[in-house]
């Protein structure tokens, strides 16, 4: 069992940056594969960004390449997603996931744990 906690989302106008974090309470973080994903009002959730619970090895939505980056810290049971050059359209509500031995999918079904979600609005 793994609860998660977002924190790090606000109001940034475009252009700007922001770093969201995960917090993972329970055992055995370093065996789940983190994956960021959002919603925006009146759209379907969608992926954004995933890392493998072995290696590291990380995947991205094209719409973010090159702009976000996802990281983890399993001493401390973080994931970070850092996001740069922010749009409108990034605004949204961004959910932290987890998916036991998972390797990155960018399927919201894959996943068996889900945060609450925190808020990213960008004013353009």
């Known amino acids: 069992q793994v609860q998660l906690v977002e924190s790090g989302g606000g109001l940034v106008q475009a252009g700007g940056s922001l770093r969201l974090s995960c917090a993972a309470s329970?055992?055995?973080?370093?065996?789940?594969?983190m994956a960021w994903f959002r919603q925006a009002p009146g759209k379907e959730r969608e992926f954004v960004a995933a890392?493998?619970?072995?290696?590291?090895?990380?995947y991205y939505a094209d719409s973010v390449k090159g702009r976000f980056t996802i990281s983890r810290d399993n001493a401390n049971n973080t994931v970070y997603l850092q996001m740069n050059s922010l749009n409108a359209e990034d605004t949204a509500v961004y959910y932290c996931?987890?998916?036991?031995?998972?390797?990155?999918?960018?399927?919201?079904?894959?996943?068996?744990?889900w945060g609450q979600g925190t808020q990213v609005t960008v004013s353009s």
């Open positions: 329970g055992r055995s973080f370093s065996c789940y594969a």
């Open positions: 996931a987890a998916d036991l031995y998972g390797l990155g999918k960018i399927f919201d079904y894959e996943y068996e744990y």
């Open positions: 890392i493998r619970w072995n290696g590291g090895r990380t």
